[in-house]
């Protein structure tokens, strides 16, 4: 026969037990995370310290500079349109002979020697072109040398000791690398803007032989000849055109499809711009 004593002890045995598990779950619980203070973040990818392109900026773009260029009026080039009878006849104004001027933008490659790169577009059929620096010196340029099918002109301008920005490989670019462009769009000033790298090795148009490298990054007018950089502040490109569905060039502007000549393309440009010299 069981024991009365031992019953009635069996409840408060179960009620001891059932308090004990309470305080054990809470503590437990307490050590659980809770919410999303624990949950994992964004990733942060490499980058310039404290989350801002400002050191890279800093840092880089001092080399990039002003292209300013005289061009000949097309009205001066017209034969008839030199007589002052043949102006008044079609409405010519006189103004309409002065020389045009235009901007664009540049980088300087070599520091010591002042040499400095930039679209063909950029300075050709100019009679006069000046480099200005982003403290604001100013120097004459005289072309090194010209490549024309690939839209690359390699100038010189009389200053050593200027700050440069460093060749990349753009060979080793992938689609989504984050890149930064400098230059000096509608001739604002210098400007900064970055995005990403949408393509590589893309051609402008059936039958073209160049490659480009596509890029988000805004670029607009007078942007031609600056920079595009890594995050690591080499010079990966040189902006060279952009797509508008705009047909005309003064009213064309970003649309997020830019694109730039490969760096590695500059490299062979300027070797042999400086093996021209020394021949």
């Given at each position: 026969?069981?024991?009365?004593?031992?019953?009635?002890?069996?409840?408060?045995?179960?009620?001891?037990?059932?308090?004990?598990?309470?305080?054990i779950g809470g503590v437990v619980a307490?050590?659980?995370?809770?919410?999303?203070?624990?949950?994992?973040?964004?990733?942060?990818?490499?980058?310039?310290?404290?989350?801002?392109?400002?050191?890279?900026?800093?840092?880089?773009?001092?080399?990039?500079?002003?292209?300013?260029?005289?061009?000949?009026?097309?009205?001066?080039?017209?034969?008839?349109?030199?007589?002052?009878?043949?102006?008044?006849?079609?409405?010519?104004?006189?103004?309409?002979?002065?020389?045009?001027?235009?901007?664009?933008?540049?980088?300087?490659?070599?520091?010591?020697?002042?040499?400095?790169?930039?679209?063909?577009?950029?300075?050709?059929?100019?009679?006069?072109?000046?480099?200005?620096?982003?403290?604001?010196?100013?120097?004459?340029?005289?072309p090194l040398g010209v490549a024309p099918?690939?839209?690359?002109?390699?100038?010189?301008?009389?200053?050593?000791?200027?700050?440069?920005?460093?060749?990349?490989?753009?060979?080793?670019?992938?689609?989504?690398?984050?890149?930064v462009a400098i230059g000096n769009p509608?001739?604002?000033?210098?400007?900064?803007?970055?995005?990403?790298?949408?393509?590589?090795?893309?051609?402008?148009?059936?039958?073209?032989?160049?490659?480009?490298?596509?890029?988000?990054?805004?670029?607009?007018?007078?942007?031609?000849?600056?920079?595009?950089?890594?995050?690591?502040?080499?010079?990966?490109?040189?902006?060279?055109?952009?797509?508008?569905?705009?047909?005309?060039?003064?009213?064309?502007?970003?649309?997020?499809?830019?694109?730039?000549?490969?760096?590695?393309?500059?490299?062979?440009?300027?070797?042999?711009?400086?093996?021209?010299?020394?021949?």
């Amino acid at each position: 026969m069981a024991d009365p004593r031992a019953r009635s002890a069996f409840p408060l045995l179960l009620i001891l037990m059932m308090a004990v598990a309470a305080v054990i779950g809470g503590v437990v619980a307490r050590m659980l995370p809770i919410g999303s203070d624990d949950a994992p973040g964004p990733r942060v990818l490499a980058g310039p310290s404290d989350d801002s392109l400002a050191p890279l900026v800093r840092k880089t773009a001092p080399a990039v500079v002003t292209i300013s260029t005289l061009l000949p009026s097309p009205a001066a080039q017209n034969p008839l349109l030199q007589d002052p009878f043949f102006r008044r006849y079609f409405g010519v104004p006189d103004a309409a002979l002065q020389p045009a001027m235009a901007a664009g933008s540049g980088v300087i490659v070599d520091g010591q020697r002042g040499f400095v790169i930039t679209n063909f577009h950029v300075v050709r059929n100019a009679t006069a072109v000046e480099v200005t620096l982003k403290d604001g010196r100013k120097y004459p340029a005289e072309p090194l040398g010209v490549a024309p099918d690939l839209d690359l002109a390699v100038l010189r301008i009389g200053a050593g000791n200027l700050p440069t920005l460093p060749l990349g490989d753009s060979g080793k670019l992938e689609v989504g690398d984050y890149v930064v462009a400098i230059g000096n769009p509608f001739g604002l000033g210098q400007t900064v803007t970055s995005g990403i790298v949408s393509a590589t090795n893309r051609p402008l148009g059936q039958g073209d032989s160049r490659r480009f490298i596509q890029t988000d990054a805004p670029i607009n007018p007078g942007n031609s000849g600056g920079a595009l950089l890594n995050l690591h502040g080499e010079l990966v490109g040189i902006n060279s055109a952009l797509f508008s569905p705009s047909m005309s060039e003064s009213s064309a502007g970003n649309v997020g499809i830019g694109f730039a000549i490969p760096s590695n393309v500059v490299k062979q440009v300027l070797a042999e711009a400086e093996k021209a010299k020394l021949q």
